[in-house]
């Protein structure tokens, strides 16, 4: 056997490792790809100056009193309630990390390898992160839950409470989510029957089940107010719909476009991460593939969308000393939101299970 470097002792003791200086890989996270604080919260929040909590209207009927009329007939005046107020609470979300005076005294040139700020800041955000990528796809447990934020499980139920047709075809089964008797956004689905996501079930991931019903589920959502110009709308702008799914689903569906592809080329993945349905991204959440559902979200972020109170938007706090510990400084992150949804119906879940999760 030859001799190593680590085999020689004065070369240990009078020699440094080789190390790449200020630089570190991380592995820190379990999910391949975090959606919610790079992506969804940055790209779509909308900011709230101020408020204990955040209300919406919204139009659950018209007013019943259209007619066909003849010559002179006696006018007909209809008056009738058609307004709701949905209401969502804020939630706040924190992490914080600190240092000792002495270990900047240590972690100094010519001794620094890597910067001891960066790296326990950086841990901090990546913990936020994970809090909120975690938080984003569930729900509460129940309306006694007031520290969970509202996630996508809580705006999109999966039930379906129909027969064994209706289980297929689909419906606005979506109703309250489970825990929340006064509804979603305190709308209860029972009172005003429209306040509904669109549910269905499907068997297996191919071009007759799930890709068909995934169209009937777009069509059925893709309501149009044909008096647009009468108010102004809480959509934001244009539909923006993402489906988003179990990774094991996303693979199946790449290879039905690799199926349908004549000039594929050399690329024997061609369709991984390019797969589109009707022009709208499919993208795998880690955080569903431990779903048993299966479920396929169809998301319009142009009725659903994150909601910040001015200034409270990944506030990162001046290092302060903290009391007690005369030698610690900190610094905490903090951000006050939640997810708001103004229009139920414009959602939709396909599962290869139905319950109320």
């Known amino acids: 056997m030859g001799i190593q470097a680590s085999d020689v002792g004065d070369l240990i003791n009078t020699t440094l490792a080789s190390f790449d200086r200020l630089k570190w890989s991380e592995i820190a996270t379990s999910d391949q790809e975090h959606h919610f604080l790079p992506q969804i919260l940055k790209k779509r929040k909308v900011s709230f100056d101020s408020g204990h909590k955040i209300v919406f209207d919204v139009m659950v009927d018209d007013n019943g009193g259209a007619r066909n009329a003849g010559l002179f007939d006696k006018d007909q005046i209809v008056i009738k309630d058609v307004m709701a107020q949905g209401e969502i609470p804020w939630r706040h979300t ?4 600190a240092f000792d005076r002495r270990e900047f005294a240590m972690n100094r040139s010519p001794a620094k390898i890597v910067d001891l700020v960066q790296t326990r800041r950086a841990a901090s ?9 975690t938080d984003g796809w569930s729900k509460p447990t ?24 209706t289980v297929q075809n689909g419906e606005f089964g979506g109703g309250n989510p489970s825990g929340f008797t006064s509804g979603a956004g305190n709308l209860s689905s029972t009172t ?23 169209r009937r589920a777009k069509f059925k959502t893709n ?22 799914c179990p990774y094991e689903t996303l693979r199946q569906l790449e290879t039905i476009g690799e199926q349908q592809n004549e000039n594929l080329g050399r690329d024997i993945a061609s369709m991984d991460g390019e797969i589109l349905f009707r022009r709208n991204p499919v ?6 593939d431990s779903d048993t559902d299966n479920p396929v979200y169809f998301i319009n972020w142009a009725v659903f969308y ?5 200034g409270e938007y990944l506030n990162e706090a001046k290092a302060t000393p903290v009391p ?10 903090d951000l006050t939101w939640n997810l708001k949804c103004v229009n139920r119906r414009r959602l939709a879940v396909l599962v290869t299970a139905a319950d109320n999760d």
């Open 324 to 333: 007690g510990m005369r030698t610690t400084i900190g610094s905490h992150i």
């Open 125 to 133: 955000f990546l913990s936020l992160s994970n809090r909120i990528e």
């Open 223 to 244: 309501f149009m107010s044909p008096v647009k110009t009468h108010f102004t709308d809480l959509k934001r702008g244009s539909d923006d719909y993402v489906i988003y």
């Open 94 to 97: 924190t992490n914080s990390y």
């Open 283 to 288: 993208r795998a959440v880690t955080k569903l």
């Open 142 to 165: 129940s309306s006694t839950d007031d520290m969970t934020p509202f996630g996508i499980k809580y705006w999109i139920t999966k039930k379906i409470t129909g027969d064994s047709d």
């Open 192 to 214: 005003y029957v429209n306040w509904a996501n669109w549910t269905q079930e499907y068997g297996n991931v191919t071009k007759d089940d799930l890709v068909v019903k995934m």
């Open 306 to 310: 994150p909601v910040f109170l001015s």
